[in-house]
């Protein structure tokens, strides 16, 4: 069943928003200080290629105050924006009735693109 929801997800939308994603982490990486934050857009193009049968959860280590600043920046310069999108498409596809199952991964998309560091992708 997540093979076939990750097809259906790839062909509409998925490949350009992982596209977006991947693109945005090569820009950010030509930049020494842009690279963690590059690290973050790939990490996120992974998850928005293929996200059933896949978790977020937060890291078991302990990320520090490094990873708070980062996550503050990433929320200021563009979390909020992509969190936004995230939410707006998961509603709309959750009144589509059929549309629920791509709604939850967008609601899942929530967590991970308004903080992205300090969180794990794992496979269920």
Known sequence: M???GNLIWLIFGGFIAALGYFIGGIILSITIIGIP???QCFKLAGLV???FGKQVV????DSGCLSLMANIIWILCAGIW???NHIIMGIILYITI???PWGR???KLV???LMPFGKRIIYE
């Open 98 to 100: 059929i549309g629920i």
């Open 82 to 84: 992509i969190t936004i």
């Open 105 to 107: 991964q967008h609601f």
């Open 111 to 113: 967590e991970i693109s």
């Open 58 to 61: 937060s890291s078991t280590r």
């Open 49 to 51: 290629l293929w996200p």
């Open 2 to 4: 997540n093979f076939l």
């Open 37 to 39: 934050f590059g690290l």
